[in-house]
């Protein structure tokens, strides 16, 4: 099997390099705005690795099959995304994936017209465990119908974190989008409203970083859910990601907190405890790669996929206006 040509462009995020080690499906054959010192040492080593100072030149590499961005301001990366689909590229895009719905509209309507793929970053949240588990127990409509969900993803403060929203895309839609992809692909209810509150509250720095936010959200079947994202993970957590999501139905409810390390079960007459996990987690890398290489598709369709970022756009608005 022809293994998929990568080329990465820009290292602002989690950019795909170390996952491309001897892997099965992917190989990297050039950068763009990428600084080689962050490459494992095989890939630095290559020789057959072109290097470049620009997208446009990488686009013009006719070897580069998919592009995978980290775009250095995520507020261009989905013009940046539409250029290389419109040059014949499949496209792996780091969250945000857009930071306007009209961009957003353009992205996917690009797509669709060159009949290039283009896949979201880190969109495989319920293809991970716990939470696959949790998506399966809720497919089998063993909480019954979903009325409520609590999620939470909090991460470390650190210096580094831009205070300029348009080089990351901003608390609300570079973290709220795991707790909105936890909401619906692990809950199983797609948002059809959603409400925003937040503050730059313990910013140690002047600037315009968001420190914390609080949303509400209406589900497309009349159940309700409340997000929380912060930058107020302390250290001494022990784990990057403080995330926690509670699952509540007319049967009973699933939880897993501390990170994903604690799980349960609790239906009306019995305490299931933990969550059986064995079933390995899914890369959405790997799954975007098989379904270039042959006949896998991939799970959610691109409108669905998109749709915790379209959410996401509107709940930055509303907070703002507020």
């Known amino acids: 099997m022809n293994k998929i040509k990568i080329g990465l462009y820009g290292t602002n995020g989690h950019?795909?390099?170390?996952?491309?080690?001897?892997?099965?499906?992917?190989?990297?054959?050039?950068?763009?705005?990428?600084?080689?010192?962050?490459?494992?040492?095989?890939?630095?080593?290559?020789?057959?690795?072109?290097?470049?100072?620009?997208?446009?030149?990488?686009?013009?590499?006719?070897?580069?099959?998919?592009?995978?961005?980290?775009?250095?301001?995520?507020?261009?990366q989905a013009r940046e995304a539409i250029r290389s689909l419109e040059a014949g590229k499949h496209v792996?895009?780091?969250?945000?994936?857009?930071m306007d719905e009209r961009e957003l509209d353009a992205l996917v309507a690009t797509a669709h017209r060159t009949g290039k793929a283009f896949h979201e970053m880190w969109t495989g949240s319920a293809m991970q465990q716990p939470y696959r588990a949790m998506r399966d127990i809720v497919q089998a409509g063993t909480l019954g119908t979903i009325v409520q969900v609590l999620a939470q993803k909090s991460y470390p403060y650190h210096d580094r974190r831009p205070q300029d929203e348009d080089i990351d895309g901003g608390l609300i839609l570079q973290v709220g989008v795991h707790a909105l992809r936890f909401v619906e692909w692990v809950g199983g209810a797609k948002v059809d409203e959603i409400w925003a509150i937040q503050t730059s509250v313990g910013n140690p720095h002047p600037g315009d970083l968001q420190m914390a936010t609080s949303m509400m959200l209406r589900l497309a079947n009349g159940g309700v859910a409340s997000v929380v994202c912060n930058y107020l993970n302390p250290p001494a957590f022990g784990i990057w990601g403080n995330e926690s999501l509670r699952i509540f139905g007319t049967e009973g409810f699933i939880e897993a907190v501390d990170g994903g390390t604690k799980?349960?079960?609790?239906?009306?007459?019995?305490?299931?405890?933990?969550?059986?996990?064995?079933?390995?987690?899914?890369?959405?890398?790997?799954?975007?790669?098989?379904?270039?290489?042959?006949?896998?598709?991939?799970?959610?369709?691109?409108?669905?996929?998109?749709?915790p970022t379209r959410m996401l756009i509107r709940a930055r608005a509303d907070a703002k206006a507020r």
């Open 15 to 76: 950019q795909i390099h170390r996952a491309l080690v001897d892997h099965p499906l992917g190989q990297c054959v050039a950068t763009a705005a990428f600084d080689r010192a962050v490459l494992p040492d095989t890939l630095r080593a290559d020789e057959t690795i072109r290097h470049y100072d620009t997208l446009e030149e990488m686009l013009a590499d006719e070897a580069v099959e998919l592009v995978s961005l980290c775009s250095p301001r995520r507020r261009d």
């Open 92 to 98: 792996y895009a780091e969250k945000p994936s857009a």
């Open 263 to 307: 799980t349960r079960l609790v239906l009306n007459e019995k305490d299931h405890g933990p969550l059986e996990t064995t079933k390995p987690s899914q890369s959405y890398l790997d799954m975007f790669l098989a379904s270039l290489s042959g006949p896998s598709p991939m799970p959610i369709a691109l409108e669905d996929e998109l749709h």
